[in-house]
Each structure stands twice: as structure tokens, then as C-alpha cells.
């Protein structure tokens, strides 16, 4: 099925609501993102929950190896773009690291590996509010 959607004014050009347990939306693709969002006058997307978190990586469970220094490090894509982000788990565990691309893969002069850079996060506290917490 195709969607497809225009406003000139204001209104919405595309609207999906389901009110029972399923998605709202799906969208999949095999080899093109799965969704583009753009504006170019504002955010390219805004997401709101009124429940739980307003996005969710759901991690990749990957390898780990030793990199030349020793360190245990995810085996991360090498094809990528600048600015993915990516989680990862091991195998079995329910804890996850984020990752972004800092240097997409190329050809020029030579072809290049993606580099990717731990995004370091503070320290982590317990969630206390509840489902329903408003401030």
C-alpha cells in the first residue's frame, strides 16, 4: 500500500492513530532508510511519550575484541554514515553502550573503514516516577 500525503496550509499531511496494542506506523525498507524526516524551517522530528522514553534504540548484539591497547571494544559496522548512532549489547546481557560515527567509510585516495566514538553518558540513577509522573 502507498501513502501519500500534501498540505499547502497547516493541516497534517499524513495521520495514523491505532488505539489498541499494535504500531501506530511501520515503515521498512531493504536497502534506503526505513524513514527521512525533514524540515526546513524547523526540527526534522519531535517525538513525545507520555509513558516511557520519547526514543528507543533497540541494541544490536554484536562481538567484542580486544583492540591494540587491550581494551574489549564492540565490532562495529565498517560501512556506516557520519552521524549514525548505534547501541550494542553482548549476548545475554541487558545493558548497552552507544556508539556514533564520527567518520563515514569512503574510497579517497585509498578505501577507508568507518571510525566510530563511544558517546560518554554520566552517571546512571534509578528511575523513580512511575509510568505516569508529570512535572
Known amino acids: 500500500m502507498l501513502v501519500d500525503g500534501y498540505s499547502k496550509n497547516s493541516d497534517t499531511a499524513v ?3 491505532n488505539d489498541g ?3 501506530g ?3 521498512k525498507a531493504d536497502i534506503a532508510p526505513g524513514l527521512r524526516v525533514f ?3 524547523s526540527a526534522g522530528a519531535e517525538f513525545e ?3 516511557q522514553g520519547q526514543i528507543r534504540l533497540i541494541p544490536r548484539v554484536t562481538l567484542f575484541s580486544a583492540n591494540a591497547e587491550g581494551v574489549e571494544v564492540p565490532d562495529l559496522p565498517d560501512r556506516a554514515n557520519v552521524g549514525e548512532i548505534i547501541a550494542v549489547t553482548r549476548e ?3 545493558t548497552c553502550s552507544l ?11 585509498v578505501p ?3 571510525r566510530w566514538a563511544r558517546m560518554q553518558l554520566g552517571p546512571e540513577i534509578e528511575g523513580t516516577g512511575g509510568p505516569f509522573s508529570r512535572p
Not at 99 to 105: A, E, K, M, R, Y
Open 49 to 51: 511519550s507520555g509513558m
Open 39 to 41: 524540515s526546513s524551517n
Open 112 to 114: 577507508y573503514n568507518a
Open 92 to 94: 545475554g546481557h541487558t
Open 25 to 27: 506506523g511501520y515503515f
Open 99 to 109: 556508539w556514533v560515527c564520527i567518520l563515514g567509510h569512503g574510497t579517497h585516495p
Open 15 to 17: 495521520t495514523g492513530v
Open 21 to 23: 496494542n499494535g504500531l
